[in-house]
């Protein structure tokens, strides 16, 4: 068997996202107006949501 390449899902990777919209919540100490590098995983809802741009 040869070497198998494997493209890392979307859900998996480090982005950087830029906060620019108060998040609520609970588990995330993320402030306005600041950016962070983060896993996608964790910031897909609120990108969605446009409280997150992806830098």
Known sequence: ???MIR????DTTTV??????DLSSDDMQ??????YIVG????????EE???ELV
């Open 1 to 3: 068997m040869g070497n």
């Open 7 to 10: 493209t890392p899902n979307i």
């Open 16 to 21: 950087v996202a830029k906060i620019v919209d």
């Open 30 to 35: 993320l402030i306005k107006g600041r950016t």
């Open 40 to 47: 996608y995983d964790v910031v897909k809802r609120y990108v």
């Open 50 to 52: 446009g409280k997150v």
